[in-house]
């Protein structure tokens, strides 16, 4: 299993982690098989979206922004219930295939970390299964 570390710098952002994955298969060697990206945190997740126009990130921020507004009658005293439910709608985890021991994201596609609650030093897990 490969570990990274990824320093976030605002209160949500999200981060382009492909060439993370990307190095972490070639170190492997494997040629064939899924690679599981995976995010063990709560306030935080991983997905898979456009990579060509930032403004798409750009834009995902905002919905998410207004899909769960930051102040509201939640009942979690941290007060950060709102990162909550932005890391349930992206998820923890990602898996890719691997294929000729390339990871087979589509021409647009990138893999994003997702930060909701930040600045935060937050994980990233990568597990490559050969197959
Ligand atoms: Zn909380």
Request: contains cysteine; positive net charge; proline residues 3%.
């Given at each position: 299993m490969f570990e990274h570390i990824v320093k976030t710098s605002s209160s949500d952002e999200m981060i382009n982690i492909t060439s993370l994955v990307r190095q972490d298969v070639q170190k492997s060697g494997i040629t064939s098989g899924i690679a599981v990206v995976f995010v063990p945190h709560t306030t935080a997740g991983v997905t898979i979206n456009e990579n060509a126009d930032p403004d798409?990130?750009?834009?995902?921020?905002?919905?998410?922004?207004?899909?769960?507004?930051?102040?509201?009658?939640?009942?979690?005293?941290?007060?950060?219930?709102?990162?909550?439910?932005?890391?349930?709608?992206?998820?923890?985890?990602?898996?890719?295939?691997?294929?000729?021991?390339?990871?087979?994201?589509?021409?647009?596609?990138?893999?994003?970390?997702?930060?909701?609650?930040?600045?935060?030093?937050?994980?990233?897990?990568?597990?490559?299964?050969?197959?």
């Open positions: 798409v990130v750009y834009d995902l921020l905002d919905i998410f922004r207004r899909a769960f507004p930051e102040r509201g009658s939640y009942r979690h005293m941290e007060g950060n219930s709102h990162a909550h439910a932005k890391a349930s709608v992206t998820g923890s985890s990602c898996t890719v295939i691997i294929e000729n021991g390339q990871l087979k994201l589509g021409t647009w596609q990138g893999i994003y970390f997702c930060e909701f609650d930040g600045p935060r030093t937050r994980k990233v897990y990568v597990k490559l299964i050969e197959g």
